[in-house]
């Protein structure tokens, strides 16, 4: 375990990204790209950020919940449940087929790997969805900002979208959830990046009691989806706070990898599918 080079009885969260010597989250000043200590914020004239300057207001995350409240609403029928022709029409879907056509990503119908993201089942569905990326996108996009935030959650969308691709292509499946799942994952790595045990914040125990009601309630809950954005969610957390602040350095190149993963991510369901 290592320890801060300043105070020795501390664990060190992070190592300093000028001179590579680790650092507790007291020695921690933040810069453009990971963070300096107190030596080299000094000797390059290095802006400290405090926490009330990085707090900015959630756009993305209001513009989501939006879209995804507006969408539930315009596609509701009966009983609040969303009408099953849009289901059947803009679900997530690999393969399937209906009145003898095959219908489907794998019929070249690619878009139902975003809309079904942007679909729910019923009030409930929707209520919890958005709940959840409101609290999280409160975390989230002040510290990290909106583009970084915009880019993690498709990406975790388009890891969720593989994980059905993978695990079950021939189930219509609709919601929010694998990118929600996959901005828990983000969070996790970036407590973890900066000496945070996330297990002591909640968002530990969140996960995994997550992840036991999937597999508990995997017939009303998508497996693939879930752990398929949780994981997208965990790769996108350590290469923009961990991997990235100390292998890459510059700041768009590691937003490249990370819309590179979602990329990838959205190309690997087309193929599986």
């Known amino acids: ?32 790209v990971g963070f300096h200590c107190p030596e080299c914020a000094r000797s390059g004239a290095q802006k400290v950020i405090k926490a009330s300057q990085l707090v900015t207001r959630p756009v993305v995350t209001y ?7 507006v969408i539930y609403v315009a596609c509701i029928g009966s009983g609040l449940q969303t009408r099953p022709n849009v289901v059947l029409d803009y679900g997530l879907l690999g393969q399937g087929f209906f009145n003898g056509q095959e219908i489907g990503v794998a019929a070249g119908e690619y878009y139902r790997l975003v809309t079904g993201g942007f679909l729910h089942a019923n009030l409930i569905h929707v209520l919890m969805n958005m709940l959840a990326l409101y609290q999280l996108g409160l975390l989230l996009e002040s510290a990290f900002g909106r ?22 292509p021939n189930d219509l499946t609709v919601g929010a959830s694998g990118a929600v799942f996959g901005l828990m994952g983000f969070a996790f790595m970036a407590m973890r ?56 350095k510059d700041e768009r190149a590691i937003l490249g990898v990370v819309v590179g993963i979602g990329a990838a991510a959205f190309a690997a369901a087309i193929l599986f599918a």
């Open 193 to 248: 990046a900066r000496g945070i045990d996330p297990f002591s914040t909640g968002i530990g125990g969140t996960i995994l009691i997550n992840v036991v009601l999937t597999f508990t309630l995997s017939s009303y809950l998508s497996v693939g989806g879930h752990i398929g954005g949780l994981i997208g969610g965990l790769i996108c957390g350590w290469v923009m706070t961990d991997f990235g602040p100390k292998k890459i």
């Open 1 to 32: 375990m290592q320890t801060c080079y300043r105070h020795g009885d501390r664990k060190a969260g992070v190592i300093c990204q000028r001179c590579d010597r680790p650092i507790c989250p007291s020695c921690m000043h933040q810069a453009s």
């Open 147 to 168: 583009v970084r935030f915009a880019v993690v959650y498709m990406a975790s969308m388009g890891a969720g979208a593989l994980g059905v691709m993978l695990l079950h």
């Open 63 to 69: 513009v989501l919940i939006a879209l995804n409240l």
